[in-house]
């Protein structure tokens, strides 16, 4: 699995092939492929290149999926006895990045899809419960609703 560690908008991502990142908004339309300049990692296996600062002659494609809001974060100042209360919130944009390729600029290889093991569908054994419980329990809810309704009338006649 070959992955790089690149920098966007001042903050470092994990970026590996295949997968998307999430990144600070980038002024990109979507469906649009780039290049991300700032490479400061990059590993395939036990094959470790570290960039001082950065790795030359690593490019790592990608191309923008879409733009995406990040969830709300409510913010309220309050103190008491004061009748101050204050309330604001803030949602992140963010743009959604495929990573397509890491390596070097020409260089043509398959990119290794995680292996995903299928397992054989499972047969669903039904068992319905037996018919003669359920005529048990409509019986015996028959039963307990008979006396009832026969203490109430007895006890309308008597009285009157």
């Known amino acids: 699995m070959r992955f790089a560690i690149v920098e966007s908008g001042g903050k470092q991502y994990r970026a590996v092939e295949g997968r ?14 780039f290049n991300v300049e700032r490479v400061l990692l990059m590993a395939d296996g036990d094959d470790v290149m570290v960039g001082t600062p950065t790795v030359d002659g690593i490019e790592v494609k990608v191309t923008v999926v879409d733009h995406i809001r990040g969830p709300k974060i409510d913010r309220f100042k309050y103190r008491p006895k004061k009748r101050i209360r204050v309330r604001g919130g ?21 990119i290794e899809k995680p292996v995903v093991e299928e397992k054989p ?24 609703a008979k006396p ?10 008597d009285k009157k």
């Open 90 to 110: 803030h949602r992140q944009q963010y743009t959604l990045l495929m990573v397509d390729f890491i390596g070097k600029p020409g260089e043509v290889r398959k």
């Open 121 to 144: 569908a499972e047969t669903e054994v039904v068992v319905e419960a037996e018919p003669e419980a359920k005529e048990k329990k409509q019986a015996k809810a028959e039963k307990e």
């Open 148 to 157: 009832k309704s026969a203490k109430s009338s007895a006890k309308k006649t």
């Open 20 to 33: 998307a990142i999430e990144v600070d908004r980038l002024p990109v339309e979507a469906g649009e492929q």
